[in-house]
């Protein structure tokens, strides 16, 4: 009986913990800041500077970013939003309206990108199995129409 009620309180305290767990364990929540050095803008100009922070929470996913532009102009960017593909508003990027994603495994994502309901940009996120690199390699056509390619690889911040 001691037994039988031991494995009882064990799956009510893993049917609490594990959730929290893996939220915690998601290698995309936390402060990433972007590599300058590592990453390409075709056909440029490079940003000066871009850091964002993550947090997600299950399948909904919230962002909160930073980008200082070449002209020294910087954007505050935030969103939410959900693995689920469907089309979610982006505040503060005036080349961007909304955003779609959808997870591929752990460490990938597809997004989609849309101003005034056209695709702007198709990404692919990818972060590293140690959970210390995330590179984005994006597509697409900007506001003028000019096409572009770019991969901005991002290096995780230590939180204390």
């Known amino acids: 009986m001691r037994t039988l ?8 305290a893993m049917t609490f913990l594990m959730p929290a767990a893996l939220l915690a364990n998601d290698l995309l929540s936390g402060a990433w ?3 300058t050095a590592a990453s390409k803008f075709e056909p440029g100009p490079a940003r000066k500077s ?3 922070i993550y947090k997600v929470d299950g399948n909904l996913i919230f962002m909160r970013g ?9 954007i505050n960017i935030e969103y939410s939003g959900a693995y689920d593909g469907k089309d979610y508003p982006v505040a503060g990027n005036p080349k961007v309206g909304t955003i779609a994603q959808e997870r ?6 597809r997004t989609t990108t849309k101003r005034d309901g056209k695709i702007t940009a ?10 210390k690199t ?13 096409k572009f390619s770019d991969t901005l690889v991002f290096r995780k911040r230590k939180t204390s």
Request: charged share 30%; glycine share 10%.
């Open 134 to 146: 995330m590179t984005i390699n994006s597509t697409g056509t900007d506001e003028k129409g000019a």
């Open 66 to 74: 930073k980008v200082v532009l070449a002209d020294g102009k910087s």
């Open 5 to 12: 009620l031991r494995i009882g309180v064990w799956y009510l």
């Open 33 to 35: 800041e972007l590599d």
């Open 122 to 131: 198709t990404s692919t996120r990818v972060i590293s199995k140690d959970g």
């Open 50 to 52: 871009d850091i964002r």
């Open 104 to 109: 591929v495994d752990d460490y990938t994502a």
